[in-house]
């Protein structure tokens, strides 16, 4: 039971007083050796954590305990024990910060106003039904979609979740906003609130995939529409459905097919780079290059 574990899990509900959660919240965390990132909002809860399976399970019970967290969604993963490098928990005017906190109306049945959520299932039979009018529309920044996405999904040119409102409001979707739309992100929360941003906006018909990636993944693997790999925000970068994962990302020196992600060894450079095991083994990311400075 000490195999170690990682959870994704969030709750839109509402939070009088998100001070105190964040106090309970880092006293659980502690006592039971976790460490990860949580955010609490007026709007509710999402975090990433991880530790030993025993752990992990006494942090969800105790955390569903709390009446409105009865419901939380969580995901397992597996994790490997040094997924995070320390335990983070803060208080945020929003789960996920897209900048509008305003527009998010949330009640004790979570957020209204958002898209309709589809089962990988049900994902896989609108596309079966509608075919190439269904649009694929991803939730994440671009570099996460780098190396993994839905077949022929748009990828919005965002680097933050703060780029979305101007890139949807920009005109360049408008041909979608008569068409199905089915977001998707990492664990399903990004995508509550993007919906509920594209319905505001004019978009008529979207869909998110309930549980987001992961669960698509764990359902259909790598036998479905989801293409590569799959980026997370702890130590392991990038996480595989399957032991056949399809390469869609390329090595930035020597053009290698690869998904690993390598910090930039310029220092005052935050940027990442796909790099393939020999070009990082050779040494060879040791200058910041011009082609990833967007990312900055």
């Known amino acids: 039971m000490r195999e170690p574990k990682v959870i994704l899990f969030y709750q839109f509900t509402p939070l009088a007083d998100p001070e105190a959660i964040h106090q309970w919240q880092r006293v ?3 006592s039971l050796g976790l460490r990860g990132r949580i955010i609490i909002s007026p709007h ?3 975090g990433t954590v991880g530790g030993a399976m025993a752990d992990v399970k006494k942090y969800i019970r105790a955390t569903k305990r709390y009446l409105p967290f009865k419901n939380i969604d969580v995901k397992w993963s597996d ?3 040094n997924d995070f490098p320390r335990l983070s928990i803060k208080v945020r005017p929003e789960l996920v910060a897209f900048g509008v906190p305003d527009e998010i109306i949330v009640t004790s049945e979570g957020i209204l106003n958002g898209g309709l959520h589809l089962a990988p299932q049900e994902v896989d ?3 079966a039904d509608r075919g190439s009018d269904v649009i694929f529309f991803d939730g994440r920044n671009a570099f996460e979609a780098a190396i993994g996405r839905f077949r022929g999904a748009v990828v919005p040119d965002v680097k933050t979740t703060h780029d979305f409102i101007t890139e949807i409001e920009s005109g360049k979707y408008d041909d979608l906003k008569e068409r199905p739309v089915v977001t998707y992100c990492t664990g399903g929360i990004r995508c509550e609130i993007l919906t509920v941003l594209m319905k505001n906006r004019g978009f008529q018909e979207v869909y998110q995939i309930e549980g987001g990636i992961v669960k698509y993944g764990e359902a259909r693997g790598d036998d479905g529409l989801w293409e590569g790999s799959l980026f997370v925000f702890d130590e392991r970068m990038t996480v595989a459905f399957s032991n056949h994962p399809t390469s869609i990302s390329n090595c930035e020196i020597c053009g290698t097919a690869t998904t690993t992600y390598v910090n930039c ?6 940027a990442l ?4 095991e020999v070009c990082v083994s050779a040494g060879r990311n040791n200058a910041c290059s011009t082609a990833h400075a967007g990312r900055r």
């Open 28 to 30: 659980l965390c502690e």
């Open 44 to 46: 509710g809860i999402n």
């Open 79 to 81: 994790g490997r024990g």
């Open 125 to 127: 039979q609108l596309v």
């Open 265 to 270: 060894a310029d220092l005052a450079c935050r």
């Open 273 to 276: 780079l796909l790099m393939c």
